[in-house]
């Protein structure tokens, strides 16, 4: 079992959602946190900032050191790094969480879309693990965390209409199978994380994605994250597991009732095929609101919106 008191943590995407959440379990639990975000003000389109974060931390005795990171930008993942270890000494724990969404397919997917998400979901965890590994090599612990899926074959059928997203969430999980087997006997683990159901983030607010009764909340997320780091190292390394399998594994939890969005309403697990309705629901929605603000960019869409 992971005694969390003398352990750093750094968490991508702490600013908001699940980042942030995770970031105040980690404080909760001794570890000093260094949440590393790119918004550092409050009021802007989406709620929540890095400076945020570490206040709420340190007003509960937590310990947070917080940093610009644009994720995209690897002289700010190597700053984090060099950061953490210039203040703290150590690194011991790195979660991957900062993510990008982007569900159109490759005819409506310019270039700058599809650096965003690869640049977000599969080149930073890769280059943040390339920085933080010869430290938890030292000391001959670490877990890091990658927020992706399964690999499965069934999933080969179901990635038209969003290549570029899941190919970057897809590249994460074979990042941490990876990892596994290069870290193997060195005490750190690489696993990856990701829920059964749609989580009611503000991704899945802001994209369409689903109804509040399709939701779980985050805290499933964070609760299976946490279960994931109790564990050795040693002992549990290069898995792609679904949180609620976490939960029964690890803590005994089969009801799942407490993170329900809305409280009488069971959310349906989610498969790949349904996943495929979801995202072209989004997808038309996306359109409506491109159709309303703009009409003549109808001449711009793929031809199969």
Not at 278 to 295: G, S
Request: with cysteine; charged share 25%.
């Amino acid at each position: 079992m992971t005694e969390f008191g003398d352990r750093v943590a750094i968490v991508t995407g702490g600013s908001r959602g699940i980042g942030k959440a995770l970031s105040l379990a980690l404080a909760s639990r001794g570890t000093a946190v260094v949440v590393a975000a790119k918004t550092m003000e409050s009021g802007g389109r989406l709620p929540g900032s890095v400076p945020d974060t570490v206040r709420e931390i340190e007003a509960r005795g937590g310990r947070a050191l917080g940093l610009r990171c644009d994720v995209r930008s690897e002289a700010d993942l190597k700053n984090v790094v060099d950061r953490t270890l210039e203040r703290f000494g150590r690194v011991d724990i790195l979660i991957n969480n900062a993510g990008a969404m982007w569900i159109q397919p490759v005819e409506g997917t310019p270039q700058k879309r599809f650096d965003l998400v690869t640049s977000i979901n599969w080149r930073a965890p890769f280059l943040l693990a390339h920085h933080c590994i010869p430290e938890m090599r030292r000391r001959k612990w670490g877990h890091i965390v990658n927020m992706s899926p399964p690999l499965e074959l069934a999933v080969l059928e179901h990635v038209g209409g969003k290549v570029a997203y899941m190919a970057s969430k897809l590249n994460a999980t074979l990042l941490t199978f990876g990892l596994a087997r290069e870290l193997a006997g060195d005490g750190i683990a690489c696993n990856s994380i990701w829920p059964r159901t749609l989580i009611g983030t503000l991704a899945a607010q802001n994209l369409g994605l689903g109804d509040p009764e399709d939701w779980r909340t985050e805290d499933i997320v964070v609760d299976a994250t946490m279960a994931v780091l109790e564990q050795d190292p040693a002992s549990l390394s290069g898995n792609a597991l679904f949180d609620d399998d976490i939960l029964a594994r690890f803590k005994g939890i089969e009801d799942l009732s407490r993170y329900r969005a809305v409280p009488d309403r069971e959310p349906t697990p989610m498969t790949w095929e349904r996943w495929d309705r979801v995202t072209e629901q989004a997808r038309e929605k996306y359109f409506a609101a491109m159709m309303a603000a703009d009409p003549s960019s109808a001449s711009n869409l793929p031809k199969d919106a």
